[in-house]
Structures are given as structure tokens and as C-alpha cells.
């Protein structure tokens, strides 16, 4: 279970230890991660028992399957908040799905009756919707990574140290209105709730999980649209989210595929086209707590922050 492991940290590699060079990227056993433009955002292999992630122009990270601490060797001069950001922003995610934990890439906030997982690609809204819903007076769970504990019982999230990071013009659209939660904070990076990187607070159980979509900007501002998925479906948007470090480990990736495949059957799974722009943010909290909120919670009230 997640509460009997603690987050696995990082230390810089000693003087002298030197990454090795990231292999080809059509090398079998490799696998890219690309960023938007194309371009390789993450390089990860296995070398003489260690694994590797390779982040071109910033720094590599080794760990292995076990516990031990992960290292960091910086290919640049990084401050110690940098460094920070490379291992539990970037690498962790890859480090904990390797070790056997599922990591979906996604921002979240808790509900009254669960954690609302916000899926999609870099650029969707996961961030600023999340801060949206924090504004609301909802309690802000995660920014782009979250641990997931499928077991036979429940499907839970356990929050883990994260900073809230905003677009300019989302920074600058909850800037001009402060209000409830942390709107209004005006930086595009602060801290999250939880003040100590590798704190392991209590599970909270995943209510429910929207894979966000962001509407065609040359469109004429195209209403909110919220539709649940079933079946394969739900099972393929999950898995397009989720983080692995590599798939050529069969027996993993057996595990893996269960523990989706019954979070996709447990779960409630909401396709969400946002409508362009940020105007629509409160509206569209609104629609998306209630689309998302069991009946038997909705007759109990906790739709209310």
C-alpha cells in the first residue's frame, strides 16, 4: 500500500559521476517522451542495471527498481529550486511508475466526496482549471502528477509535494480576480499545500476523472461539453494519460494494464471540451462539480464548497 512507502528522494551525484550519453533515439529499448514542438523532453533507458532519464540541456536522472535514493547529475548550472524541479516534477513520476506505483499525468483537487482528477495535454487547462476550482473553495490535490493505489477495495490518491504552475495569462486572469482559495496570488509558480518535499499524508479516494480538451480557437467560442466515457473508451483515455517508464517490461506492464483497466471500471470517466478562453471558468466549475458529483452525494448536499 502507498502509506507503508515514503516518496523516494534525490541526491546530486558525487564529483566525477558522469551520465552517459542518451542512447539514439531509435534504439530498441528506448523510449521518448516529445515536448510540443517535437522535439525529445524526456530520453529513458537501462544501462548495466540503473535506469536513466535523460532531460537534454538540463540534467540526467539514474535510480533503480529498488528504494534507494535516485541521483541527479546536472548538465548545466542549476539552483537547487531547479534541481528540485527536474527530479519531482519530471523524473518522479517515471521513478514511482517504475517501482510498481500508477502516475497519472493530471492536476486534481478535492471534492466533498472525493479527489477530481483534470487530465490532457500540456496546454489543456489541467493547471488553471484546478486553480479555478481551488478559487471555488475546493482544496487544490495535485499539479500535473498523481499517485494513484489501485487495490482490490478502492482506488485512492495520496497527495504528494507539488507547486502550482500557471500559464501568463491564466496568472494574469486570477490576478485581477482575487477572491476565494488562492486566487488573486498573481505567480505563475508557488508552493503547494504540503510544506515538506517526500510527505506521505492520508489517502483520499478518486471520485472521478476528466480528460480535458481545449476548444478550436478559430471556432466561434463553442459551448462547455462534458460526456462520460465507458468501456475501451474510458480505459484508452486513462492509459494515454498515465506515466510509464517503459513498456518493454512485460510483466509491468501486464500490472498495468489491470490496475487501469479497474480504475476505468470503478471510476467515472468525463471526456471535457473547454470553451476558449478564461471567461468561462466559473461557469464551467460549476457545470463540472455537478457533472461529476454522484447523485447520492448531490442529495446530501456536498456540491456546496
Given at each position: 500500500?502507498?502509506?507503508?512507502?515514503?516518496?523516494?528522494?534525490?541526491?546530486?551525484?558525487p564529483?566525477?559521476?558522469?551520465?552517459?550519453?542518451?542512447?539514439?533515439?531509435?534504439?530498441?529499448?528506448?523510449?521518448?517522451?516529445?515536448?510540443?514542438?517535437?522535439?525529445?523532453?524526456?530520453?529513458?533507458?537501462?544501462?548495466?542495471?540503473?535506469?536513466?532519464?535523460?532531460?537534454?540541456?538540463?540534467?540526467?536522472?539514474?535510480?533503480?527498481?529498488?528504494?534507494?535514493?535516485?541521483?541527479l547529475?546536472?548538465?548545466?548550472?542549476?539552483?537547487?529550486?531547479?534541481?528540485?524541479?527536474?527530479y519531482?516534477?519530471?523524473?518522479?513520476?517515471?521513478?514511482?511508475?517504475?517501482?510498481?506505483?500508477?502516475?497519472?499525468?493530471?492536476?486534481?483537487?478535492?471534492?466533498?466526496?472525493?479527489?477530481?482528477?483534470?487530465?490532457?495535454?500540456?496546454?489543456?487547462?489541467?493547471?488553471?482549471?484546478?486553480?479555478?476550482?481551488?478559487?471555488?473553495?475546493?482544496?487544490?490535490?495535485?499539479?500535473?502528477?498523481?499517485?494513484?493505489e489501485?487495490?482490490?477495495?478502492?482506488?485512492?490518491?495520496?497527495?504528494?509535494?507539488?507547486?502550482?504552475?500557471?500559464?501568463?495569462?491564466?496568472?494574469?486572469?486570477?490576478?485581477?480576480?482575487?477572491?476565494?482559495?488562492?486566487?488573486?496570488?498573481?505567480?505563475?509558480?508557488?508552493?503547494?499545500?504540503?510544506?515538506?518535499?517526500?510527505?506521505?499524508?492520508?489517502?483520499?479516494?478518486?471520485?472521478?476523472?476528466?480528460?480535458?480538451?481545449?476548444?478550436?480557437?478559430?471556432?466561434?467560442?463553442p459551448?462547455?461539453?462534458?460526456?462520460?466515457?465507458?468501456?475501451?473508451?474510458?480505459?484508452?483515455?486513462?492509459?494515454?494519460?498515465?506515466?510509464?517508464?517503459?513498456?518493454?517490461?512485460?510483466?509491468?506492464?501486464?500490472r498495468?494494464?489491470?490496475?487501469?483497466?479497474?480504475?476505468?471500471?470503478?471510476?467515472?470517466?468525463?471526456?471535457?471540451?473547454?470553451?476558449?478562453?478564461?471567461?468561462?471558468?466559473?461557469?464551467?466549475?460549476?457545470?463540472?462539480?455537478?457533472?461529476?458529483?454522484?447523485?447520492?452525494?448531490?442529495?446530501?448536499?456536498?456540491?456546496?464548497?
Amino acid at each position: 500500500m502507498i502509506g507503508s512507502r515514503s516518496i523516494p528522494t534525490y541526491r546530486r551525484a558525487p564529483a566525477g559521476f558522469a551520465a552517459p550519453h542518451p542512447p539514439a533515439e531509435d534504439t530498441p529499448g528506448v523510449q521518448v517522451w516529445s515536448a510540443l514542438d517535437g522535439s525529445a523532453a524526456v530520453i529513458g533507458h537501462e544501462l548495466d542495471g540503473r535506469c536513466w532519464l535523460h532531460f537534454p540541456g538540463l540534467a540526467s536522472v539514474s535510480f533503480t527498481r529498488s528504494g534507494d535514493a535516485a541521483e541527479l547529475v546536472s548538465l548545466t548550472a542549476l539552483s537547487p529550486e531547479e534541481q528540485d524541479d527536474v527530479y519531482y516534477r519530471r523524473a518522479l513520476p517515471f521513478i514511482l511508475q517504475a517501482r510498481g506505483r500508477e502516475v497519472l499525468h493530471a492536476s486534481a483537487v478535492r471534492l466533498p466526496h472525493g479527489v477530481l482528477a483534470l487530465c490532457g495535454p500540456s496546454g489543456a487547462g489541467k493547471s488553471t482549471l484546478a486553480r479555478a476550482l481551488g478559487g471555488a473553495g475546493y482544496s487544490q490535490w495535485a499539479d500535473d502528477v498523481v499517485l494513484l493505489e489501485v487495490s482490490p477495495d478502492a482506488v485512492e490518491t495520496r497527495r504528494l509535494p507539488f507547486d502550482i504552475r500557471l500559464l501568463p495569462d491564466a496568472v494574469a486572469h486570477f490576478a485581477a480576480r482575487p477572491g476565494r482559495g488562492r486566487e488573486g496570488a498573481g505567480a505563475g509558480s508557488e508552493p503547494g499545500p504540503e510544506g515538506e518535499q517526500g510527505s506521505d499524508p492520508d489517502p483520499a479516494p478518486l471520485a472521478a476523472v476528466c480528460i480535458l480538451e481545449t476548444a478550436d480557437r478559430d471556432r466561434e467560442h463553442p459551448a462547455l461539453t462534458i460526456r462520460r466515457l465507458g468501456g475501451s473508451a474510458a480505459f484508452e483515455a486513462l492509459l494515454a494519460n498515465a506515466f510509464a517508464f517503459t513498456l518493454n517490461d512485460t510483466e509491468r506492464r501486464a500490472r498495468m494494464m489491470h490496475h487501469y483497466l479497474a480504475l476505468s471500471e470503478r471510476v467515472p470517466v468525463f471526456r471535457v471540451r473547454l470553451p476558449a478562453g478564461l471567461d468561462h471558468l466559473p461557469h464551467s466549475v460549476a457545470r463540472i462539480v455537478a457533472a461529476t458529483t454522484p447523485i447520492a452525494a448531490r442529495d446530501h448536499g456536498s456540491t456546496s464548497p
